[in-house]
Structure formats: structure tokens, C-alpha cells
């Protein structure tokens, strides 16, 4: 069966960085978008980034744009999130998630959620 696995969070102070990692198997890896969502105490599940099937088409929330980056390597069925000059208020669980969608993710189905992975932004 389908699992993704990430890893990768922590607690790091504010303007530090994290490497999210999300480590695929169970499915055919290099056909799926990938992505990154997160939720916040209290808040509803947002999204982070993806990237399509070929790693090329990639899409990231306008809020983090600037701060962040996504890629992946097909070759280990490994998805990666790099998160830069971090703020408290990014403070979230992170989760990994396969689109039904090769090209995209937003609005579209998600086909598998992995179970995430906290990153805690505090001095």
C-alpha cells in the first residue's frame, strides 16, 4: 500500500532553516505531483508547495514564496521541502502529499496524505 514517510521537522529559532524530507513507496512515485501542506493549532490544513511529475512545473503559497523550495529526486522516490528565515508563525505539522493530478496540485484530489512532521519555530 501507498505510505509516505516524512521527516526532517524540529525545533529551530526564528530566521533558522529546515530540509523536510518525504520518502515515497507503496506506488509509482514518478507519476504522482507531490506537495507540501501544513496546519497550524487551531487552523485549517493550507498548502506549501508542489512539484509536478517531472520535477519542472512547481507552485508555492504566495505567503512563503521567497522563503522556501521544493524538489524531488524520482530516482529515490524522495520528495524535499527547504524552508529559510523561518517565523513563528510557521510554526505547524507538515505533511506530505501525493496528488491524483501529475502537473498539479492545488484544487486538485489528494491520493495520499503521509503523517506528518512537526517544526516548531521558537527561541
Known amino acids: 500500500q501507498a505510505q509516505l514517510l516524512e521527516s526532517g521537522g524540529g525545533t529551530v529559532q526564528p530566521g533558522g532553516s529546515l530540509r523536510l524530507s518525504c520518502a515515497g513507496s507503496g506506488f509509482t512515485f514518478n507519476t504522482y505531483s507531490m506537495g507540501w501542506f501544513r496546519q497550524a493549532p487551531g487552523k485549517e490544513r493550507e498548502f506549501v508547495a508542489s512539484v509536478g511529475w517531472s520535477g519542472t512545473l512547481k507552485k508555492f503559497a504566495e505567503s512563503l514564496k521567497g522563503r522556501i523550495s521544493i524538489g524531488r529526486d524520482n530516482a529515490k522516490n524522495t520528495l524535499y521541502l527547504q524552508m529559510n528565515n523561518l517565523k513563528r508563525e510557521d510554526t505547524a505539522v507538515y505533511y506530505c502529499?501525493?496528488?491524483?493530478?501529475?502537473?498539479?496540485?492545488?484544487?486538485?484530489?489528494?491520493?495520499?496524505w503521509g503523517q506528518g512532521t512537526q517544526v516548531t519555530i521558537s527561541s
Open positions: 502529499a501525493a496528488g491524483s493530478d501529475p502537473y498539479y496540485m492545488q484544487d486538485r484530489p489528494i491520493a495520499f
